[in-house]
């Protein structure tokens, strides 16, 4: 693993940690439902976010994209087609960040399922 993939999971770690605390803050420290509830919450919300930024990443939103593109800027793209062309570019260009979220909002979920159990 490169030095970039060790921070990108290290962000997703902390958002994890940060969401896991967030939830821990609202709801209190005295019960381990609220644990479970913690990292269940964590866990969830950056699955959700790791899927959603896959789905972006996949083009799904291009339409809408362009949609809004031609509102502001009418000659800037000649059609759909090469709006996104040039945004699979910009896309190919980009760090992926969707495997560490997925993969700590496993091991997060994993972490409540445990206490849940034990």
């Given at each position: ?32 439902i ?53 945004k ?31």
């Open positions: 693993m490169t030095v970039g993939t060790w921070k990108r999971y290290a962000a997703a770690f902390l958002v994890n940690v940060g969401l896991t605390l967030l939830v821990l803050f609202a709801r209190g420290f005295n019960l381990k609220y644990y479970v509830d913690a990292f269940s919450v964590a866990g969830a919300v950056s699955i959700l976010l790791g899927l959603f930024i896959w789905v972006v990443r996949a083009g799904m939103f291009d339409t809408v994209g362009y949609g809004f593109s031609t509102l502001h800027d009418h000659d800037k793209y000649r059609n759909l087609h090469e709006y996104s062309n040039r699979k570019e910009k896309r190919s260009r980009r760090g992926r960040f969707t495997l560490p979220l997925l993969v700590m909002g496993l091991g997060f979920l994993g972490i409540s399922f445990l206490i849940a159990v034990v």
